[in-house]
């Protein structure tokens, strides 16, 4: 092999991010000193991002399996779940943290592309997106600029794209004033038998590459190690990565027709070290080799380095290989969409131990000769287990007593019920959702009809009609998880689970977006790893794999510390029969208003001690998973049994909330009553766990209590629908019209 | 004295510019094929008040720093001249 | 005008063939939602390739929402040229009958079969909602047969729906019947706060002045389908089916 720039050396390895260890184990593999290329092809394959290094050997202990998983977490682009009539569900949640923070607009827009391309790879339609986001303090101007760039991004990007976003969760805390999170979800519908896999064999198949050109976009660790080595780069290097959700659209389109043909032995999208990771992930996983041209590659600029063609993130890229001989037909396709095709190369034998090798060339010399085994994720990547240790504060936290806080009057409620409604934690997302296109596709059961979780029908061009529907949440409260990460992801996992429950649909499977701090800080793993425990066992519990995912460490500033631990999960859930939908609104003026669950004398980690009484230590609130459990096996059988109008679960704000909450949907208002057994403000306000609120007509009643009667499940009698007004214990706490009011326009008159 | 600014702003040379990408296609599906490197930006006029020609341009050169560009994606030029 | 209705569960179709093409430009992204929507009445729909020349003998031509090329320079702007307009243009200038919905508003604007331009809302930002329409022309098809006195509710979607026309034009749409809705509330008054985007004298949809060429920002095809709890869409579509069969 011909060398033109000297052999880098440990400390340019430092510089790429590879550590000493890591470096002597290259020359291992490599059987020599590696040249600039390469050791920039490690040091990406190798980073976090790619062979989820510092997390995989925990990411292993959650759930995987069960009767209704196709592929296993991590073996494809994403997961996914037989969801019967020969028809599977693709589905994937991936954060965009980093560069949000950086620019939120194309931040977030590219994070909503990337996650996309994950679930069109497959063959899989995508049908409903959703999104997590978390922002700091929202009297900041900064946070301002943040949540509308952000939501822009999103809206603009997924808009034009032409899938709804149905959903999300959005959270504001000054934890997260540097480091926001944009977590992107989407779901897409293929036949079984019809799914496109991430791999490469058969030797002479042409490699592809297709949709935009490739650019210096996001490679700036290797260009800073390389000034060391040459001056190979003199071009500036875009500083932010620029989607094209137009090319992205063309791209879905030209991608299913092309899988569609039968002759696509494998595609996988560009997102995180581009051409060197598709090509290493794919080669390692058909157990064949590729020799690739980088001069074929279609560039944004001239001259671009071998190791910027390989490392670039330019976004709206595809690799595919496909069988010899079809390559006019694949063309052919991506002509009728202008889009741009490339053969850059081949693929080619691996000796008798599958380990094929990938061979790059530039300008006619082979400047990079790598196992692609040895690169990836289960092959050579290393694994590491961090050490961990429990973070002060949180025996701190569980010191509170909610005695040290006073207990609300009954004429501190109005303030309290506008304080509740009026927060940008709580308050209606409108002026966010109002921005999405939620409606394109015809397939939004949610649009008329608001429930926990979102229902979309599945439906699409080229999807077999059905009547089945998926039902999908993303959720975290990442206060609770702070406050003790076992029990906040258990909850995470719960409140998903209760939310696809709530809107009568049953829970399938879970994919996780895990957004942490430094995990080189011992506090920041113990967060970690207590959270993928806590996830693991619930996931367990409630039947719910984890089909894969996206680790996002390093939300961490400097200034601000870490950002809470947030374990986002997003929950697939499916609905058979339509008849099972469940709306959260109430219907009827004199409907009788139930709790189903036990009320409990804790506010701990509330919104009402946090905001409110603003006490800010305090340890995760009550949650029993046994409890859980059971009220979600009552709420399904009450919605098939068809003995309840509405069910909502009791989440941020508490019951006071929730109820409210049922009311506005429903353009009502409720007069209930508190427990002399429990302190009115926990009554009210508290957030703990497994509790619903069910609302049921004179007709239902009877058969209601004749089955709650004999379920084993606590419930009691609350309070009735009314016209308008909200009333406790016989007062008025608020008029539902300022209720609403204060509810709707909140956080649009904070944008304003 | 009021002087008259004229300022493009045009997405960084480094930086893919998808308009640009799209309007070509369109030019190029109107069979004008000879037209590439399509670019598409924003010019904004503006007047402003000053003594004296330098301060207008620093006036308006912050301008384009703090809102007018975005310049993580962005680059501005500035031509001035009196009202 | 309508010379009777068709009660459509029984017409038969097959004595009187009713063809809807509904064209896909490059980043059209509600074709199938359009194409789907008519299916539900029983119809024959065809896809209609924006780089074909050939309109397959349909009587109505359907141009679907969407960001056709990405929205780049102006909505509409580039897929304007798209060689089947050429077709789509003859079509509507022989009488046939031609609808855009959202973008295909916009096309259509941008290809001046219908008067008017749609610039950005006045809010700058892209809202998509429920929002209510009145029917106004008692003269074109689309509308004559709506009851003029109920609010339909029906999306929208979309950041450059704005509709503006000069004094001039305006007028000469007013003398001439050409508006097909406007902005309401929930009680069918026409509201600067009903007003979703800042459209003109809260002007939700036009027709041409020979009545064949129908414009609107709101979606009717995405209000068609009960098992999404709004089908006030279909009222429309269904005049729009009268329409090309009377």
Redesign the interface.
């Known amino acids: 092999m011909e060398l033109l720039d000297p052999l880098p050396t440990v400390e340019t390895a430092r510089k790429l991010g590879v550590l000493p260890d890591e470096f002597d184990r290259i020359v291992t593999i490599l059987g020599r000193q590696p040249n600039f290329t390469e050791l920039s092809i490690f040091s990406v394959m190798w980073s976090e991002h790619c062979s989820y290094k510092n997390s995989i050997i925990w990411l292993k202990t959650l759930p995987r399996d069960s009767d209704r998983m196709l592929a296993k977490a991590g073996e494809e682009n994403a997961g996914l779940v037989d969801i019967g009539d020969g028809l599977a569900c693709s589905f994937k949640i991936e954060s965009h943290n980093h560069p949000s923070a ?2 939120p607009y ?1 931040g977030a827009a590219t994070g909503v592309g990337g996650i996309n391309r994950d679930i069109f790879t497959m063959g899989a339609r995508p049908i409903a997106q959703l999104n997590s986001l978390r922002f700091g303090d929202l009297s900041l101007p900064k946070t301002r600029r943040l949540l509308r760039g952000v939501t ?1 991004g999103i ?2 990007y997924g ?4 899938i709804p976003t149905v959903g999300g969760e959005i959270y504001f805390d000054e934890c997260y004033n540097t480091n926001p999170l944009v977590n992107a979800f989407s779901a897409g519908i293929v036949e079984i038998g019809k799914v496109a896999k991430a791999t490469s064999y058969g030797v002479g198949n042409p490699v592809f590459i297709v949709g ?1 050109a490739t ?3 996001g490679i700036h660790g290797a260009t800073f190690a390389s000034e060391d080595i040459s001056a190979a780069s003199t ?13 992205e ?2 791209l879905l389109e030209a991608t299913l027709e092309i899988i569609a043909t039968g002759y696509v032995i494998g595609i996988q999208d560009m997102g995180a070290a581009g051409i060197i990771c598709s090509t290493s992930e794919m080669s390692a996983k058909g157990e064949h080799g590729m020799v690739i041209d980088l001069d074929k590659v279609p560039t ?2 001239p001259n671009m380095a071998p190791f910027e063609i390989l490392l670039s993130e ?2 709206e890229r595809m690799l595919v290989v496909i069988e010899k001989g079809k390559e006019g037909i694949i063309q052919g396709i991506f002509d ?3 889009l741009h095709c490339a053969q850059i190369g081949e693929v080619t034998a691996a000796p008798a131990d599958g380990m094929g090798r990938l061979h790059f060339y530039r300008y006619g010399q082979l400047v990079a000769d790598v196992p692609a085994h040895d690169l990836v994720l289960g092959g050579g990547a290393p694994q590491y287990r961090r050490d961990y240790k429990e973070p002060a504060y949180i025996k701190e936290f569980a010191k509170f007593r909610i005695n040290t806080v006073p207990d609300v009057t009954p004429a501190d409620l109005g303030d309290v019920a506008r304080h509740l409604l009026s927060h940008p934690n709580i308050c209606s997302r409108r002026w966010v959702y ?12 949610s ?3 608001p429930s926990d979780a979102a229902v979309v ?1 599945v ?3 080229g999807i077999p009609k059905t009547d089945k529907s998926i039902v999908i949440t993303v959720d975290c409260n990442s206060r609770y998880v702070n406050a003790n990460p076992f029990t906040g992801a258990q909850i995470a996992v719960a409140e998903a689970a209760r939310n696809i429950v709530c809107t009568g649909g049953e829970p399938l499977a879970v994919t996780n977006n895990l957004n942490f701090g430094n995990p080189y800080v011992p506090e920041v793993y113990w967060h970690f790893v207590e959270a993928v425990k806590g996830m693991g066992e619930a996931c367990a519990r409630f039947a719910t794999p984890v089909t894969g995912g996206n680790v996002s460490f390093y939300n961490q500033s400097s200034d601000d510390g870490p950002v809470f631990p947030t374990p986002t999960i997003g929950m697939l859930g499916l609905m058979e029969n ?1 008849d099972n939908r469940m709306t959260l609104n109430f219907q009827n003026e004199g409907d009788t208003i139930y709790l189903i669950g036990s009320p409990q004398n804790d506010v701990a980690s509330s919104e009402y001690l946090y905001s409110y009484r603003k006490v800010k230590a305090s340890p995760a609130p009550a949650f029993d998973m046994e409890q859980e459990l059971a009220v979600q096996t009552i709420v399904k059988q009450l919605i098939t049994k068809k003995l309840i109008r509405s069910a909502h679960d009791i989440s941020d704000g508490g019951l006071f909330v929730a109820v409210a909450e049922s009311a506005m949907a429903g353009g009502r208002g409720f007069a209930i009553n508190t427990d002399g057994e429990y302190r009115r403000d926990a009554y009210l306000f508290g957030e703990s766990q497994s509790r619903v609120i069910v609302s049921v007509s004179a007709e239902q009643q009877a058969g209601f209590e004749q089955f709650m009667q004999k379920a084993h499940v606590s419930y009691s009698q609350i309070g009735s629908v009314t016209a308008s007004d909200y009333v406790v214990d016989g007062q008025v706490v608020i008029a539902s019209d300022t209720a609403t009011s204060l509810y709707n326009n909140a956080l649009g008159e904070i944008m304003a | 004295m009021t002087y008259l600014a004229e300022i493009d702003i045009m ?8 308009q640009g ?2 309007v070509k ?1 369109g030019l190029h ?1 109107l069979n004008m094929d000879s037209i590439d490197n399509v670019r598409i930006g924003k010019h904004i006029r503006l007047e402003v008040d000053a003594a004296s020609e330098d301060e207008a341009r620093a006036t308006v050169d912050a301008a384009c720093r703090q809102l007018l560009a ?1 310049l ?2 962005e680059e501005y030029s500035i031509t001035m001249k009196t009202a | 005008m309508t010379l009777y209705t068709y009660d459509f569960s029984t017409y038969d179709y097959y004595l009187c063939p009713m063809k809807v093409g509904v064209v896909v430009f ?2 059209s ?2 074709d ?2 359009a194409v ?2 008519f299916e539900s009445f029983d119809l024959s729909v065809v896809k209609l390739w924006h ?1 074909d020349h050939d309109l397959q003998g349909c009587d109505l031509v359907v141009l679907p ?3 056709s ?4 320079l102006r909505t509409g702007a580039v897929a304007r040229f798209s060689p089947i307009m050429t077709e789509v243009i003859a079509h509507a200038n022989r009488g046939g009958y031609l609808m855009g919905i959202c973008n295909g508003f916009q096309i259509l604007a941008e290809a001046q079969l219908v008067p008017g331009v749609l610039l950005r809302n006045t809010s700058q ?6 929002i209510y329409l009145k029917p106004q022309s008692t003269s074109a098809l689309l509308t004559a047969g709506l009851d003029h006195d109920r609010a339909y509710k029906i ?1 929208i ?1 979309h ?1 450059d729906g704005c509709y503006f026309a000069n004094n001039e034009a305006l007028a000469r749409l007013n003398d001439n019947d050409q508006v097909l809705f406007r902005y309401c509330d929930e009680a069918g008054n026409s509201t600067d706060a009903a007003n979703p985007n800042g459209s003109l004298d809260n002007i939700a949809g036009v027709c041409n002045d020979r009545r064949n060429v129908f414009g609107m920002m709101p ?1 009717p ?2 209000a ?2 009960a ?4 089908t006030d869409g279909r009222y429309i579509l269904e005049q729009l089916l009268t329409a090309v069969l009377a």
């Open positions: 950086l620019e194309q822009k809206g603009d808009n034009a794209f032409g935009s650019g210096k976009d071009d500036k290097l875009p500083a932010v990565q620029v989607g094209d959700p137009f090319m659209k063309l944004r600029q330019s976004q009728k969409w202008d109002e921005q999405y296109d939620s409606m394109v596709g015809t397939a939004n059961r649009t008329n009809a029908r439906k699409g061009a339509p | 997405p960084q040379k480094e930086i893919l510019d998808p990408k799209a296609l599906n975005n993580i994606m | 490059p980043g992204n509600c199938q939602d789907d929507a780089k929402g969407g960001f090329y990405g929205d780049y930002q892209y809202v998509c909602k429920n999306p979607a950041g979606h095809e995405r068609a389908d098992a999404l709890g709004n």
